[in-house]
């Protein structure tokens, strides 16, 4: 594939899309420099452009194309729901199957109410959990995605504090965020379990929730240590704050998501993403006792929570057949095919001699390049330049995500790690040589 081309559809339909779309579109997290992409159709590992160019998809919607794209089953269990109709003011079998497999499969799932987006389950668990406590503040870490609401995106984008020079500030992430937002929202830092324990503790009167992502920051490319998870769980466990697992990404770790997995208790979880089988979706799941804020009994509750498209049968039927297809053998092979792509990127780094390193966890890896034209140029919170090794990767027959993160779904498999580790080897001997011949 040929990017960037100015004679390119795509290039055409985004300054065509720009009269009447913002930015061409309407996702800040998809939007590259020089022009969005514009695909047309999407089938299993690939997805094909307007102008006719296929790409293996490692972003997979941002983790949520569990089983890539247009998967038969899951088209069919939609498909049969769709003739059912798509939306309506009941309760539908399909959203009790999804909350009963839920339920079923993790130990801290009393109870479960589905919402929109993962964005939407963090607003709701975030309401929750204050109207549980009585509380008004949170807690979250510094740079850590939430989705986009505003006490969620507190001080995300920024440098990173160093604690030596003080503890990190609430800082807004959008112009025109409150100061009253901004002054209910405590931040700490990922990497520093004890100023982060300090920190809480200092606020604990008026925590209603400490909100932690456990995979880590970045999209699983920095993991949060034993100690700090500990940390949270346990001012949680003995301030009256709740713990609130944001496993709308990392809920692909294992059958009971990463709590399962590392053994957390949190009380309210979201997820998102892979439990609507590549359908909009959002979900809160928690305990009896913390989800009955959403219950009104034979009043009103103390959490009233209306949507039109809450638990929307094609979601549910859709995340039902996706979900129902994995098991635990299901998850270890996913998690396996993501070491396969760490080891391997590994070892061309070795080859090559590349500066950079390997991270990611479970079924997501990344890649960072530390020479300059191997790098993608993607600076703190502004537009992504698809260029360095990204943009290799896509005139190569690979999408990948800024940062050169992958994300591995269930339709691929070990050949498409050799092949993708020839193409990065390639790409890198490729770019020195062109760099060298133009010194
Ligand atoms: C950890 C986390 N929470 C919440 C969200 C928001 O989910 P959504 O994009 O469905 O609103 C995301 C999205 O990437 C996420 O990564």
Redesign the pocket.
């Known amino acids: 594939m040929k990017y960037p081309n100015s004679g390119s559809k795509s290039a055409a339909l985004f300054k065509r899309a720009q009269s009447v779309l913002t930015d061409g579109g309407s996702r800040s997290t998809i939007r590259i420099a020089p022009y969005s992409i514009y695909v047309r159709s999407a089938q299993g590992k690939y997805v094909t452009d307007v102008d006719g160019n296929r790409l293996m998809d490692f972003n997979n919607n941002?983790?949520a194309m569990l089983h890539g794209h247009a998967h038969p089953e899951i088209i069919a269990a939609a498909t049969e729901q769709i003739t059912r109709g798509t939306g309506y003011s009941f309760g539908s079998e399909a959203e009790y199957a999804l909350a009963d497999l839920l339920c079923g499969r993790v130990d801290n799932f009393d109870k479960i109410r589905f919402m929109n987006?993962?964005?939407?389950?963090?607003m709701k668990a975030i309401k929750a959990a204050r109207a549980y406590t009585g509380r008004p503040k949170i807690a979250k870490c510094e740079n850590a995605?939430?989705?986009?609401y505003d006490f969620a995106e507190v001080s995300l984008g920024v440098e990173p504090t160093r604690l030596a020079d003080g503890d990190p500030l609430s800082r807004a992430y959008a112009h025109g965020t409150p100061q009253g937002v901004l002054d209910n929202v405590i931040v700490i830092p990922h990497d520093d379990p004890e100023a982060a324990r300090r920190i809480l503790d200092e606020h604990a009167e008026d925590l209603a929730a400490v909100l932690v992502?456990p995979i880590g920051l970045g999209?699983a490319r920095i993991p949060h240590t034993d100690e700090f998870l500990n940390q949270v769980q346990e001012f949680c466990d003995s301030s009256g704050a709740l713990f609130i697992a944001?496993e709308?990404?990392?809920f692909r770790a294992g059958l009971a998501g990463l709590q399962g997995e590392r053994g957390l208790r949190p009380h309210l979880t979201?997820l998102?993403?892979i439990i609507g089988g590549g359908f909009p979706v959002?979900a809160v799941a928690g305990s009896a006792d913390v989800m009955s804020v959403f219950e009104a009994g034979e009043g009103r509750a103390k959490l009233p929570h209306g949507g039109t498209y809450n638990a929307n049968p094609v979601s549910m039927a859709a995340g039902f057949a996706a979900m129902n297809m994995m098991n635990a053998e299901a998850f270890d092979d996913l998690n396996a095919l993501g070491d396969a792509f760490r080891q391997g990127c590994r070892e061309v780094l070795a080859l090559t001699d590349a500066e950079g390193g390997v991270q990611g966890q479970y079924s997501i890896f990344s890649i960072t390049f530390n020479e300059p034209e191997l790098k993608d140029d993607a600076a703190r919170g502004a537009v992504y330049r698809s260029s360095g090794m990204h943009r290799y990767m896509v005139q190569h027959g690979y999408w990948m995500s800024p940062g050169m993160l992958g994300v591995c779904s269930t339709v691929m498999d070990r050949k498409d790690v050799d092949a993708f580790c020839e193409t990065l080897k390639a790409g890198i001997d490729t770019i020195r040589d062109e760099c060298s011949n133009a010194a």
Do not use: I, L, N, P
């Open positions: 941002y983790t987006s993962g964005t939407e389950a963090v995605y939430h989705g986009s992502d999209m944001d709308v990404v990392s979201t998102g993403k959002g």
